[in-house]
């Protein structure tokens, strides 16, 4: 393999990657055919299929990408906090506004893809495993300081952290009061749960 086509290869898969999303966009997730995703993107079904082995894999792969490349700020926007109690509350909120904003996201968890994204987040744990790469490090941090309860289980809260996150982005109208109401939610149902006693 020559230099130059390694060095393309990168390239070609953001290249379907983003012509993907914008067919997601244009028809819908289920909808959407690897046939439509080589149009997109000006190249053949068997280049798409060399780099995806189908469409469910290109929308894992797309939600991956994407909430990778904000776990960094997203992670830093938690630390930022001068209190774990605010941290875990504004951290939860923040993520529920980022995936609102976010197309692909609410697109996702709309009533129509729902049983796509329920098949592809939930169901394969990715949604999870995502969840836990940006919280694990915060909550573990967070019981070595004796701040959140040494007995929590860190996944099992991942867990919930995820599925809650989904609900809200499916529900929530994207005004403040909203977030409000589930930053209050959190606060009196949640952290109580949370801390030592």
Same mark, same amino acid.
Request: net charge negative; with cysteine; glycine share 4%.
């Given at each position: 393999?020559?230099?130059?086509? @390694? =060095?393309?290869?990168?390239? !070609?898969?953001? @290249?379907?990657?983003?012509?993907? +999303?914008?067919?997601?966009?244009?028809?819908?997730?289920?909808?959407?055919?690897? =046939?439509?995703?080589?149009?997109?993107?000006?190249?053949?079904?068997?280049?798409? *299929?060399?780099?995806?082995?189908?469409?469910?894999?290109? $929308?894992? +792969?797309? !939600?991956?990408?994407?909430?990778?490349?904000?776990?960094?700020?997203?992670? =830093?926007?938690?630390?930022?906090?001068?209190?774990?109690?605010?941290?875990?509350?504004?951290? %939860?909120? +923040?993520?529920? #506004?980022?995936?609102?904003? /976010? &197309?692909?996201?609410?697109?996702? $968890?709309?009533?129509?893809?729902?049983?796509?994204?329920?098949?592809?987040? @939930? =169901?394969?744990?990715?949604? $999870?495993?995502?969840? *836990?790469?940006?919280?694990? &490090? !915060?909550? @573990?941090?967070?019981? #070595?300081?004796?701040? %959140?309860?040494?007995?929590? /289980?860190?996944?099992?809260?991942? +867990?919930?952290?995820?599925?809650?996150?989904?609900? *809200?982005?499916?529900?929530?109208?994207?005004?403040? /009061?909203?977030? /409000?109401? %589930? #930053?209050?939610?959190?606060?009196?149902? !949640?952290?109580?749960?949370?801390? &030592?006693?």
């Amino acid at each position: 393999m020559t230099a130059s086509s @390694t =060095e393309s290869r990168p390239d !070609v898969r953001s @290249t379907i990657l983003a012509a993907a +999303e914008s067919c997601f966009a244009r028809y819908g997730i289920a909808k959407t055919t690897m =046939e439509d995703v080589a149009k997109a993107a000006s190249t053949s079904r068997a280049t798409v *299929y060399r780099y995806f082995a189908d469409r469910d894999s290109l $929308v894992t +792969e797309s !939600v991956v990408r994407r909430a990778r490349s904000n776990m960094a700020s997203a992670r =830093e926007f938690v630390l930022r906090r001068p209190t774990i109690e605010e941290g875990i509350v504004d951290g %939860i909120c +923040e993520d529920i #506004r980022r995936g609102c904003l /976010d &197309p692909m996201m609410h697109r996702l $968890v709309s009533p129509a893809e729902m049983i796509v994204s329920a098949q592809l987040l @939930t =169901e394969s744990g990715r949604a $999870v495993e995502l969840t *836990y790469e940006l919280w694990e &490090p !915060v909550l @573990t941090k967070a019981q #070595r300081a004796g701040t %959140i309860r040494a007995d929590l /289980d860190i996944r099992l809260l991942c +867990e919930w952290i995820s599925e809650v996150e989904m609900l *809200y982005i499916s529900r929530l109208n994207e005004g403040a /009061d909203g977030l /409000d109401r %589930i #930053r209050d939610k959190i606060r009196t149902f !949640v952290l109580p749960a949370l801390l &030592p006693d």
